[in-house]
């Protein structure tokens, strides 16, 4: 291939683009590794979608995808004015960096978070602070206390999973009345309480969610955010000037069959918090150090074995999991909360190489 960098455009020289888990094609894998549901969509969301699938695919969706709005606003009792939907959460993501958190003071977020932050920094040239997390991995809201362009973390935090009660972030809000604090809820279904319930009383609140996690749907891309109507119309105009229809046919249709379906989200939503109490105590046993976790995985360490080469065992056994090679976390290894039968095949893998020779 040419070198034909000298026709792009500079700021694109610079870029540092995120790394998303891997998606192997190998079929036989146990994938632990990039926090996907490990139950499949509800039955209705797929019939939904198979009727979706018509002669109406010719047309445009609905730019506003109103139909959605209306579905999230009746789940969490919000406004259709409150609610932005983009095309997963990192979509929504991406608009919120640009449209709500470029000033002139740098944004704080953990030091060890969600790795696609600082690639939204570089992307739309915002300064960032990172704000360490305290030696037992969780977020300090005292440490937040200093003059900002704007806040943002997840809650659960990723790639640790810990939560943060919700009464720590209204007073985080209490005392940050002039800038933007973002709540990325990706992971809040599996044992959190969401901020949504704060919106009204802090109008530089924003919330973002997504269908990826605890609805079972990574493949259909669906995020949204929550706030107040002000905030969401700043995010409305970056999409506006961005694409119209982030959301096609399918993806507001399949959708919105999610959220009406409750019982099915809160069965699996449920059965995973279970099986992840029960993979903690596996790991545990095993003599890992397990970080308490209110998210759809496990962030653990080895006292006496090395994450990389743990990871590499595994997925010569053909199970996958996320290791990041990043100061203070390169001893843990990131694992996704399985069917019962991948934990106790991912336990089982361990215990095997645990006991083995080295
Ligand atoms: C903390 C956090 N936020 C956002 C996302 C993006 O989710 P999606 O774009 O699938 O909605 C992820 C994905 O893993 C995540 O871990």
Redesign the pocket.
């Known amino acids: 291939m040419a070198n034909q960098d000298k026709f792009w455009s500079p700021a694109i020289r610079d870029l540092t683009r995120y790394t998303p ?1 891997e998606q192997p094609r190998l079929n036989d894998l146990i994938k632990l590794n ?2 996907e549901n490990p139950y499949p969509p509800s039955p209705k969301v797929l019939e939904t979608l198979r009727g979706e699938m018509g002669e109406t695919l010719r047309l445009y969706p609905d730019p506003d995808a109103d139909r959605l709005k209306e579905a999230i606003g009746r789940f969490y009792g919000v406004e259709k004015h409150q609610i932005f939907v983009g095309n ?6 991406a608009h919120a960096f640009q449209a709500l958190l470029k000033h002139d003071l740098p944004i704080l977020f953990p030091d060890i ?2 790795s ?1 932050y600082p690639v939204y920094c570089g992307l739309y040239g915002i300064e960032h602070t990172c704000i360490p997390l305290t030696e037992r991995f969780d977020i300090r809201i005292d440490d937040y206390r200093r003059p900002n362009g704007g806040i943002i973390f ?1 809650n659960p935090n ?2 640790t999973g810990c939560l943060l009660p919700l009464a720590h972030i209204k007073a985080l809000l209490e005392n940050n009345t002039e800038s933007v604090v973002v709540i ?1 809820e ?2 809040i279904d599996f044992g959190g309480e969401s901020a949504v319930a704060a919106v009204e009383r802090f109008p530089n609140l924003l919330v ?1 969610q ?4 605890s609805r079972s749907l ?1 493949g259909l ?3 949204f955010a929550i706030g107040d109507a002000g905030l969401i119309e700043a995010l409305e105009r970056v999409k506006g000037s961005f694409n119209s229809y982030p959301l096609d046919r399918l993806a507001i249709a399949g959708a919105v069959a999610a959220f009406e379906d409750r019982d099915y989200f809160e069965s699996t939503r449920l059965a995973i918090i279970r099986s992840r109490n029960q993979l903690v105590r596996e790991l545990s046993g095993l003599g890992f150090e397990v970080l308490p976790s209110g998210a759809n995985f496990v962030f653990a360490r080895h006292p006496h074995r090395d994450a990389a080469e743990l990871a590499a065992l595994l997925r010569q056994r053909h199970i996958i999991v996320r290791h990041f090679r990043q100061p203070r976390i390169e001893q843990f290894l990131r694992i996704t909360v399985g069917t019962d039968a991948q934990c106790r095949a991912l336990a089982e893998a361990l215990a095997s190489i645990l006991e083995s020779p080295r």
Do not use: C, H, M, Q
């Open positions: 888990g990039t926090n997963g959460s990192d979509e929504v993501l978070t969600y696609f997840p990723a790639p990325d990706a992971y973002i997504t269908l990826s996690k990574a891309r669906v995020g």
